[in-house]
C-alpha cells in the first residue's frame, strides 16, 4: 500500500466528469499474421506484471481526511480494461479521430485501477496506413502518470523484434489486507501532526527556492499581457482529435538557421504561426501574443529522453503577433534560451509541498470553485503544450511494428486546447485535444498547421519548395 502525494492527490480533487484528467498514448501497427487479440492481451499481461500501478487501485480516507492509499485489486481482471472494438464504416481518419475524441471524453471508474486500454480494428480505409493493421489507445490518469511516465512505460512494454509474447504473467495479482476506517483515520491524524510540524519550515524553505529563481528570472523577456480567446474557456463534455507528422529532418535544418535554436523552438515556431492562422481566418487573432504553458526542460526532452524528475512550467509567448517565421523563431530561441536558466523544480517544489499541507476535501473544493469560475477565473493561458521522446529504433508488441505513435494531454480548467509533441523515428507528431466548442473544425486547424508549416519551409528551407507535411491527414473528427 502507498500514499499518494500532494499533486497526485490534486489531480484526483480537481477533477470533474466533464474534464477527465486523462493522459493517454496513441500508437499505431502493422499486424503480422500471427498477432490476434488473444496475443495482444497476453503482451498487455506480461507488461502489467512489470508495472504494479496497473493493477493498484484507490482506496480513500474517510471523509476526504488524508490523502488515499494505492492499493492491489484483489478482483484484478486485465478483461476489464482491455477492449476490442472496430471502426464503423468507412474506417477512415474522421473516424479514427472521432472514436479516439469519444475516449478522451469518458472519465474512469474509481472504484477499479485507473487505465484503460483499447484495440481498435477496421482501419483499413486510413490513408498511408497498411490494410489489416490496428491502433492501441492507451488512457492513464494524470495521478498515475504524466505523458512522458505513459510514454516511458509504454516503450518498456514494447521490443525490439517481432517476438511474440509468451504465457506467464498472468498470475500477478499481490493480495493485501485492506486497512479499517479506524486504521486509516489514526494514520490521517499522525500524518498531518507530522506534516504540520515540519510544514512551515518547508513550505519557507520552497518558497525561498521560488523568490530566488523569480529574481533570476528578472532579465527574462516580459510576456505580454494574456489575450483571452476561444480557447480559454470551460471544457465541454465534447472532444476533438487528431494529429500532425512533421519530418525531424527538416526541425533539425530548420534550426541551423538560428544558432542556439533547438527542435522545441522550431515546433513553438509551428504552433504559433498554427494559431495566428487559424484566428486570422476566424478574425480573432488579438494584438497580443498567445502564451502557451510547458515544461522548463521541453527543449532537452524532444533532444534526449530525460532521467530526472519532474520539473516545473514556465509561460512563454508563441509570437502569434509576428507574421515571419524566421523571426518568430529569433524571438523564440530568445525566450526558451532564458527560460531553461531557471531552477526547473522551485515552482513545482512550492506547490508540491503546499498541496501536501491540505486535506483532499479541501482541494476539492477548491478545485470544484475554480472550475465554476470558468473564464471568470485568473487565466494562465492560451495552450499547453508538452513533449515526449519515444524511440530511434523500430519498435514491436505483440509482434505487430508500430507505425505511427502519438500523445494527448488533457484539457485543463479555462484552457480548451493542448499540444503533445512526440518524437518517434524520424518524425516529430503533434497530437492535437481540444474541446470541440472551442475547436469545432480541428480540420481547419490543421490545414492552418499546414500553412504555417510550408512558410517555415519557404522561408528557414528556400532551397526545397516540396511539400513535407507527411502524407494527407486532413481529415479530422
Not at 505580454?224 to 482529435?241: D, E, K, Y
Request: one cysteine or more.
Amino acid at each position: 500500500m502507498e500514499q499518494l502525494n500532494g499533486i497526485q492527490s490534486s489531480f484526483l480533487a480537481i477533477e470533474q466528469s466533464v474534464m477527465p484528467l486523462v493522459v493517454s498514448s496513441v500508437g499505431i501497427y502493422r499486424a503480422s499474421d500471427k498477432t490476434d487479440f488473444p496475443v495482444i492481451r497476453q503482451a498487455f499481461l506480461n507488461g502489467i506484471a512489470r508495472f504494479p500501478v496497473f493493477r493498484r487501485r484507490l482506496l480513500s480516507v474517510p471523509a476526504g481526511l488524508d490523502h488515499p492509499y494505492w492499493i492491489e485489486d484483489p478482483d484484478f481482471d486485465v478483461d476489464c480494461h482491455l477492449q476490442q472494438i472496430a471502426l464503423p464504416k468507412p474506417g477512415n481518419w474522421h473516424q479514427f479521430y472521432l472514436q479516439i475524441a469519444r475516449l478522451q471524453a469518458t472519465p474512469m471508474h474509481r472504484d477499479r485501477p485507473l487505465w484503460q486500454a483499447f484495440v481498435i480494428d477496421g482501419l483499413d480505409s486510413l490513408s498511408g496506413i497498411p490494410k489489416g493493421s490496428f491502433a492501441i489507445i492507451m488512457r492513464v490518469h494524470r495521478a498515475i502518470a504524466d505523458n512522458g511516465t505513459l510514454n516511458e512505460m509504454m516503450m518498456r512494454m514494447h521490443s525490439l523484434d517481432a517476438t511474440l509474447p509468451v504465457a506467464g504473467g498472468s498470475s500477478v495479482c499481490t493480495r493485501e489486507i485492506r486497512p479499517g476506517n479506524g486504521q486509516l483515520l489514526t494514520s490521517a491524524l499522525r500524518n498531518h501532526a507530522s506534516r504540520w510540524w515540519s510544514g512551515g519550515s518547508i513550505v519557507r524553505r520552497s518558497y525561498a527556492r521560488y523568490s530566488r529563481q523569480r529574481e533570476a528570472a528578472l532579465d527574462m523577456p516580459e510576456l505580454p499581457p494574456l489575450p483571452a480567446t476561444r480557447f480559454n474557456c470551460s471544457p465541454s463534455t465534447f472532444r476533438v482529435v487528431c494529429h500532425l507528422p512533421i519530418s525531424l529532418h527538416d526541425c533539425e535544418q530548420m534550426r541551423e538557421q538560428v544558432p542556439g535554436s533547438t527542435l522545441a523552438d522550431v515546433v513553438l515556431t509551428l504552433i504559433g504561426g498554427g494559431l495566428r492562422n487559424y484566428l486570422l481566418r476566424k478574425g480573432e487573432l488579438p494584438a497580443q501574443s498567445l502564451i502557451a504553458s510547458l515544461p522548463q526542460r521541453l527543449s532537452g526532452e524532444l533532444h534526449k529522453p530525460s532521467k530526472k524528475g519532474a520539473a516545473g512550467n514556465v509561460r512563454i509567448a508563441l509570437h502569434s503577433d509576428c507574421e515571419r517565421p524566421l523571426e518568430r523563431l529569433r524571438r523564440l530561441q530568445q525566450e526558451n534560451m532564458a527560460a531553461r536558466a531557471r531552477d526547473p523544480a522551485a515552482d513545482l517544489a512550492l506547490l508540491n509541498d503546499s498541496s501536501e499541507l491540505l486535506l483532499p476535501a479541501l482541494l476539492k473544493l477548491g478545485g470544484s470553485g475554480y472550475v465554476r469560475l470558468g473564464v471568470r477565473a485568473p487565466l494562465a493561458h492560451n495552450t499547453y503544450i508538452n513533449g515526449v521522446y519515444g524511440s530511434d529504433h523500430s519498435l514491436y508488441f505483440a509482434g505487430a511494428e508500430m507505425l505511427q505513435s502519438f500523445a494527448l494531454a488533457p484539457l485543463l480548467p479555462g484552457s480548451a486546447l493542448t499540444h503533445s509533441i512526440s518524437r518517434w523515428g524520424g518524425s516529430l507528431t503533434l497530437g492535437i485535444n481540444a474541446c470541440r466548442e472551442a475547436l469545432p473544425d480541428p480540420d481547419g486547424y490543421l490545414k492552418s498547421l499546414q500553412e504555417a508549416w510550408q512558410s517555415m519551409r519557404d522561408t528557414l528551407l528556400p532551397g526545397d519548395s516540396t511539400a513535407s507535411i507527411e502524407d494527407d491527414l486532413v481529415e479530422s473528427a
